[in-house]
């Protein structure tokens, strides 16, 4: 699998729920307790989502930290989600040379066997110019790994967004050609009450 999820914390939907009445000033309605959502409350917050981005601002009080150990060429995609999103990266600046190379350290599970084989011989030299800069301490070498670097390194960060961000991503990544972006969705289906980002999406495509 070249793309890995785990869910750190998911916090703020009875918040949301709250905040969702203030327009109208209709708490007297709300009748989510002790953790499960009432019907008066999902009926508004299926209307309002129906009604469009502009009515269901409340999904961006629900944040969500995630795990994500993804391959670079994903994560130059994902980085398009810049609003309402905050990601912390492992350094390559400082750590990419932590330890050697292997192959599970790039996404290569759609690979075929040919590709796979020359990979392998990649990693060889990416491995032969770490040995040089650790030994040499000679930044050109440094250089040499970073520059050389295949798209396919699998980067882990902690990526933290909200339902409304997560609403966007599953209507727009649907027919996507990458496979993490599938499972990126099959993990948004896992999240607590994810009918809040899901509502009514497969009929909307």
């Not at 949301?16 to 708490?27: C, E, K, T, V």
């Not at 299926?46 to 269901?56: D, K, N, W, Y």
């Not at 649907?174 to 809040?196: A, M």
């Amino acid at each position: 699998m070249s793309i890995a999820l785990r869910t750190i914390e998911v916090d703020g939907i009875f918040t949301a729920l709250h905040a969702m009445r203030n327009p109208m000033n209709s708490w007297d309605k709300s009748d989510s307790h002790n953790g499960t959502i009432g019907p008066n409350d999902r009926d508004l917050a299926e209307r309002l989502i129906r009604a469009g981005t502009e009515h269901c601002k409340f999904l961006r009080c629900i944040t969500v930290s995630v795990e994500v150990w993804g391959p670079m060429y994903w994560w130059a995609e994902a980085d398009t989600y810049k609003v309402g999103t905050v990601r912390n990266s492992c350094s390559k600046m400082h750590k990419l040379m932590s330890k050697p190379f292997e192959l599970d350290d790039f996404a290569h599970d759609e690979m075929t066997d040919v590709c796979v084989t020359h990979l392998e011989t990649w990693i060889e030299m990416l491995n032969k110019e770490r040995d040089l800069f650790l030994q040499t301490k000679d930044k050109t070498h440094w250089r040499n790994v970073l520059q050389m670097l295949p798209e396919s390194y699998i980067q882990r960060s902690t990526w933290t967004l909200n339902y409304a961000v997560l609403r966007s991503i599953y209507r727009q990544r649907k027919n996507h050609k990458l496979t993490e972006w599938h499972r990126f969705r099959e993990w948004i289906e896992t999240l607590p009450e994810s009918w809040l980002i899901t509502l009514d999406m497969e009929e909307n495509e």
